[in-house]
């Protein structure tokens, strides 16, 4: 059974840092593109970041460029989202999600995925 478990959610302060962690289960990571979401309440599900572990490609939304680093950890086999000077706007469930992704690019549309993880919350306040 194909899972993914996301961990390192939580309170940050902020200007502060997470890393947060993406662990899939019933599959490795390799021909995966791998996406970073998030859903702030009230608000559609955006696309935050993703990697296509194949060809290695990285994209960013606008928003987060320069503050989010997508990595992969290829002896854990997961994939670590580093979310640096944080802000009160970042404040969300933030979902990983998988597809076999065929492109040399990765994509930042929900609807573009078939497996999803359940969400960790981060929230960032003083």
């Known amino acids: 059974q194909v899972q993914l478990v996301e961990s390192g959610g939580g309170l940050v302060q902020p200007g502060g840092s997470l890393t947060l962690s993406c662990a899939p289960s019933?599959?490795?990571?390799?021909?995966?593109?791998i996406g970073w979401f998030r859903q702030a309440p009230g608000k559609e599900r955006e696309g935050v970041t993703c990697i296509n572990t194949r060809s290695g490609t990285r994209r960013f939304t606008d928003s987060v460029m320069g503050r989010f680093t997508i990595s992969r950890d290829y002896a854990k086999n997961t994939v670590n989202l580093q979310m640096k000077r944080l802000q009160p706007e970042d404040t969300a469930v933030y979902y990983c999600a998988a597809v076999k992704y065929a492109e040399f690019s990765c994509p930042l549309v929900a609807n573009e995925y078939h497996f999803w993880g359940q969400g960790t919350q981060v929230t960032v306040s003083s």
């Open positions: 019933g599959f490795t990571l390799d021909g995966y593109s």
